[in-house]
């Protein structure tokens, strides 16, 4: 059965600090790979999503890669900012129609 | 605006009274979808429907039904609601999820208390 980790659960780091979050997961026949932005009473925004042919994904100071074979992804955000500050998810399509979640990493930016 | 609009926000019922949580979709999406999300387990999946009159169970369908007669609709119904189906419920929907490739939407959440 799939199983989604993610590492820490929670993280404090300064402003402009370089920062990246850990995703593993045991099942290494994965689709697609995606990871969420959750903020305090709202749902989850899609922030990239990596096919299982692709090796990471960039979208502005955000990137994400993908190591299918040893079951890990990581999001990587630069120059990080106050708004930065939520919870990050990462999920992983299985196929059949199902999205498998990891419990996510709460980030605190400190200004 | 391109949106996934859960009702009601916030919902306090009691145990055994039946409920429906509304989950509407404008972007034409074939694929919908409803998690539960607990402190600590993540979201795990309720029920997901591939298209108009085909559903099936996700990973914790007890005690839940659903129904999706409309593209744009699909409600979530507790017949008989009990206190450890209290948890933030979330709606989502994608294009069809044949090629992988398609993110999941997310509406803003319900967050039901059965006391």
């Known amino acids: 059965k799939q199983e989604v980790t993610q590492i820490p659960a929670a993280l404090s780091v300064p402003e402009g600090e370089n920062l990246v979050l850990n995703c593993s997961f045991t099942?290494?026949?994965?689709?697609?790979l995606q990871w969420f932005r959750q903020d305090p009473g709202k749902g989850l925004t899609s922030l990239l999503l990596?096919?299982?042919?692709?090796r990471e994904q960039t979208s502005g100071r955000l990137n994400a890669s993908l190591d299918k074979s040893s079951g890990r992804s990581t999001l990587y955000i630069a120059a990080s900012q106050p708004g930065d500050s939520a919870t990050y998810l990462c999920?992983?399509?299985?196929?059949?129609?199902?999205?498998?979640f990891g419990a996510g990493t709460r980030l605190f930016v400190k200004a | 605006e391109a949106q996934v609009t859960q009702n009601p926000r916030y919902l306090i019922t009691v145990t055994g009274k039946k409920l429906t949580v509304t989950c509407s979709q404008n972007?034409?999406?074939?694929?919908m979808s409803w998690y539960r999300q607990d402190p600590g387990l993540g979201l795990r999946q309720i029920y997901y429907?591939?298209?108009?009159?085909?559903?099936d169970k996700g990973d914790v369908p007890e005690g839940y039904k659903v129904s999706r007669k409309e593209k744009r609709n699909f409600p979530l119904i507790l017949e008989s609601p009990s206190p450890n189906q209290t948890s933030l419920y979330f709606c989502?929907?994608?294009?069809?999820?044949?090629?992988?490739?398609?993110?999941?939407?997310f509406g803003n959440g319900t967050r039901l208390t059965v006391t």
């Open positions: 989502a929907s994608s294009t069809n999820r044949q090629g992988h490739n398609s993110p999941l939407h």
């Open positions: 099942d290494s026949a994965i689709y697609n």
């Open positions: 990596i096919q299982s042919s692709q």
């Open positions: 999920a992983v399509d299985t196929g059949g129609f199902k999205t498998i």
């Open positions: 972007m034409n999406h074939e694929y």
């Open positions: 429907s591939m298209n108009v009159e085909v559903t």
